[in-house]
């Protein structure tokens, strides 16, 4: 498969709704119109933090997307980059393209000096997980989250 890892662009909207829509599916994430076009527009700032690539396939289009945030640290003076998202098309899975995008995601950490790339996915996503192995060891932390009930809809 002829693949070409590379930023978003306007033109992708439609495919990229598409993979935004599948990945909160698999997590069964009920995500509003309203974030969601508000990440589009993040994604689309040039100055905001939130980034995009995507994978694209000369025949089959825009088969896999990663969404990701470059942010600050304690722990380092270079930014850190936190993979937020990433989704792959599930009839074209296991032919590289996570892997393609992983490593899209290392050379630019090389090349723009981001101190480190991490990302987290759930423990039974065992296909995943099976990719990420590849990467580096699970980091062994356990994440705890609390939510804001007055904005929780």
Same mark, same amino acid.
């Given at each position: 498969?002829?693949?070409?890892?590379?930023?978003?662009?306007?033109?992708?909207?439609?495919?990229?709704?598409?993979?935004?829509?599948?990945?909160?599916?698999?997590?069964?994430?009920?995500?509003?119109?309203?974030?969601?076009?508000?990440?589009?527009?993040?994604?689309?700032?040039?100055?905001?933090?939130?980034?995009?690539?995507?994978?694209?396939?000369?025949?089959?289009?825009?088969?896999?997307?990663?969404?990701?945030? &470059?942010?600050?640290? *304690?722990?380092?003076?270079?930014?850190?980059? !936190?993979?937020?998202?990433?989704?792959?098309?599930?009839? @074209? =899975?296991?032919?590289?393209?996570?892997?393609?995008?992983?490593?899209?995601?290392?050379?630019?950490?090389?090349?723009?000096?981001?101190?480190?790339?991490?990302? &987290?996915?759930?423990? *039974?996503?065992?296909?995943?997980?099976?990719? !990420?192995?590849?990467?580096?060891?699970?980091?062994?932390? @356990? =994440?705890?989250?609390?939510?804001?009930?007055?904005?929780?809809?």
């Amino acid at each position: 498969m002829s693949l070409h890892i590379r930023r978003i662009t306007s033109e992708d909207y439609p495919a990229w709704r598409q993979l935004w829509a599948g990945y909160h599916d698999f997590y069964q994430n009920n995500i509003s119109d309203e974030v969601t076009q508000h990440t589009w527009l993040r994604i689309m700032d040039e100055n905001s933090p939130v980034q995009c690539i995507v994978a694209d396939s000369a025949k089959e289009g825009v088969i896999g997307m990663a969404n990701y945030i &470059l942010h600050d640290s *304690t722990w380092a003076i270079e930014p850190i980059c !936190y993979l937020q998202d990433m989704f792959v098309k599930p009839d @074209v =899975r296991a032919n590289g393209t996570g892997e393609a995008m992983l490593d899209w995601l290392k050379e630019q950490m090389t090349e723009q000096g981001w101190a480190r790339l991490y990302w &987290l996915t759930k423990e *039974t996503n065992y296909r995943a997980r099976g990719l !990420y192995d590849k990467y580096t060891p699970h980091s062994g932390f @356990v =994440r705890y989250v609390v939510v804001n009930e007055n904005l929780a809809k």
